[in-house]
């Protein structure tokens, strides 16, 4: 495995209810649309959707599935980042796993993952990511 850094800065988002509040009182459920951009070893655009379970304490849970389109490592192409996380009072840990079979053109047989431990709602962030090409079948 290679590691190497890549930032994520948001270029567009749109927030999405979910679920009306009164279905589950103290929990707002809701979806958000972002567009990204990633420079470093990482270069291109991400498109996300994100499903977020936020609690009035703010703490709480979110899932998200990205297509991200340019290129990693020199390498042209698209795949898929699956995204799980939790957040407390501010604070943000994500995993971000590139999803098996995902990779297209030069990026066919990218593995990878990376763990986001950050403040939330920065407008860039940091992204330690760890990766591998494997022969595509």
Not at 2 to 22: E, F, I, L, P, Y
Not at 87 to 111: E, Y
């Amino acid at each position: 495995m290679t590691q190497a850094n890549t930032t994520r800065s948001v270029k567009d988002w749109h927030r999405k209810t979910w679920h009306d509040k009164t279905e589950m009182p103290g929990t707002n459920l809701f979806r958000v649309e972002i567009l990204h951009r990633y420079e470093g070893v990482i270069e291109g655009e991400g498109s996300i959707q994100y499903l977020i379970a936020e609690n009035k304490n703010l703490t709480g849970g979110t899932i998200a599935l990205e297509k991200v389109t340019g290129s990693v490592d020199g390498k042209s192409g698209s795949f898929v980042f699956q995204q799980i996380g939790t957040f407390d009072h501010g604070k943000l840990k994500m995993t971000l796993t590139v999803l098996p079979g995902s990779g297209t053109d030069q990026l066919k047989g990218l593995r990878g993952q990376a763990t986001l431990d950050s403040d939330l709602h920065q407008e860039v962030y940091t992204i330690p990511f760890d990766y591998t090409f494997e022969e595509a079948e």
